[in-house]
């Protein structure tokens, strides 16, 4: 059975940690001490890392969690350097890791050397369960901002995501979801599901509850980034712009220009 686990570090991130087959893994420990506090508290050891973009909240806990854990092996983007990385993903790589199969893909578009990671498991009902652990290329109901790729580039990354069954589950690093939430409504002020949303997450962050991780089914339906030809989407993107907008890459890229203003 994989067991995944958000720990909360910083202000508003996740490591995600797994476990499977008694191996542990940690995603993007972008702070040592609540991973290491985690771990400790539950008598485990750490195996390996991995690792999705170069950005200091993803990869600042990595050489005190590897000082805490020797033998944990670093696995990190390959497009740029990462400390303490010990096999570098360029993308389009498979492996079989801690019992389950791995594929990891490059996703250009938050930065450069962004990639992602995906594995599957099989549910009770014999069904396949998708996971792809996205770091800050797809958010819930939102996506990075756009540092480095254009936005082909980031377009295509987003696509590559939720090119998978509506039941997968997407692991993104932050809780920014309300306020994602705020933006998808101030683009689709009539998606009814984004309304629905808002109430079962203000709910959750009432609770103090993680709003993640989502599904490829909620961002399909509410995620404005994901939505780029959709005509209200459209809409509100020639709106801002002033300009008719002829493709989803250009729908994309006015949407992600107003959410950095908004
Ligand atoms: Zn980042």
Redesign the pocket.
């Known amino acids: 059975m994989l067991n995944i686990t958000p720990i909360p570090i910083i202000e508003d991130n996740y490591a995600w940690l797994l476990q499977h087959e008694g191996k542990t893994l940690i995603v993007d420990p972008g702070e040592a001490k609540p991973v290491i506090k985690y771990l400790k508290a539950n008598q485990l050891t750490l195996n390996y890392m991995f690792i999705?973009?170069?950005?200091w909240?993803?990869v600042t806990g990595i050489a005190e969690i590897k000082a805490a854990f020797p033998q944990c092996i670093i696995y990190g983007t390959g497009h740029h350097d990462i400390p303490c990385r010990e096999i570098a993903l360029m993308g389009e790589e498979t492996f079989e890791l801690m019992g389950l199969n791995w594929k990891v893909w490059h996703t250009p578009g938050?930065?450069l050397d962004?990639i992602v990671f995906h594995t599957q498991t099989i549910d009770d009902n014999g069904q396949t369960q998708h996971h792809i652990f996205s770091?800050?290329n797809i958010f819930a109901c939102g996506c990075?901002?756009m540092?480095e790729g254009t936005p082909e580039q980031f377009h295509a990354s987003l696509q590559s995501i939720v090119n998978h069954p509506p039941s997968t589950l997407i692991y993104c690093?932050h809780e920014y979801t309300l306020a994602n939430i705020n933006f998808a409504l101030h683009v689709e002020p009539n998606n009814t599901y984004t309304l629905h949303r808002q109430d079962m997450c203000q709910s959750l962050r009432e609770e103090n509850l993680p709003t993640v991780p989502t599904t490829v089914g909620d961002e399909l339906k509410s995620n404005p980034f994901v939505r780029c030809d959709q005509p209200d989407v459209i809409r509100a993107a020639e709106h801002f712009s002033g300009k008719v907008l002829g493709k989803p890459e250009e729908v994309f890229a006015e949407i992600r220009k107003m959410k950095d203003t908004f």
């Open positions: 999705t973009h170069k950005h909240d993803h938050h930065t962004h770091g800050d990075g901002r540092f690093t």
